[in-house]
């Protein structure tokens, strides 16, 4: 960790909206920062893990589904168990579809993001769904930490004997978050994720946040104005 846990609290409690003109240039990225990091969410992942429900997930995969149908699937959710493993369950129009595995890799790192699915048990009516499933999933799982994405066609998806690599590198790159920077460093390189764990009801993420020493000093800038603001506001008390 980089930047401390009480700096983190403290930059989420700025109210950006009455900033005024000297920090405008940093509207859109700060715009983003706060629309997808809660003040929570943000100190737990610069303290290096980020629990996510499987509630969250589920709204999310449920979300997905009912922007881009697919047709002969209804339902798609997941659970996640304390011994590590992951099932995703899918009702089809060919039957239900059931898997058991684990996570054996999830990274986020500049341009590359991807998920490795291990499949250990599985029962499937009908597989002709599979890329899209496991595109839905992996993207759910992401944007809890890297906001929405308008869209996931277009994902690699390898299949490999029992393991599933999802590729999310392109569609992330060309999403809102994807396309924002802060005095020139991009927010993609802001953080990096190096492993995600089922844990019990939800999955624990493995984080770290790359704060440069400039971004830094501008946030210090931002807080000290914020403060001369409220001062000046209460008559210099």
Known sequence: MDLPAAWVEQVQKIDWAQLKEKVQDYGPALKVVKGTWSRE?????????????????????????????????????????????????AST??????????????????????????????????????????????????????????????????IKHNDVRVDCSQVLAASTFGQTSFHGHRLLDMIEIKGAIPKENGIEFQTELHIPDDVKADLKGLL??????????????
């Open 41 to 89: 969410s943000l100190k737990e992942i610069s303290e290096g893990r980020l629990f996510v429900p499987d509630e969250v997930i589920n709204d999310a995969l449920a979300k997905g589904l009912e922007k881009k149908p697919q047709q002969g699937l209804k339902r798609i959710s997941l659970r996640s168990h304390e011994n590590g493993k992951l099932d995703i369950e």
């Open 224 to 237: 000290k104005s914020k403060g001369e603001e409220i001062r000046t506001e209460n008559g210099g008390e």
């Open 93 to 158: 129009q060919k039957g239900e579809l059931k898997l058991s595995g684990k996570i054996k890799e999830f990274v986020h790192q500049g341009d590359k993001t991807y998920m490795v699915y291990q499949v250990q048990k599985k029962r499937l009516p009908g597989h002709g769904l599979m890329s899209w499933i496991f595109s839905l999933v992996s993207l759910s799982m992401v944007e809890r930490m890297m906001g929405k994405v308008d869209t996931f066609e277009n994902m690699p998806v390898d």
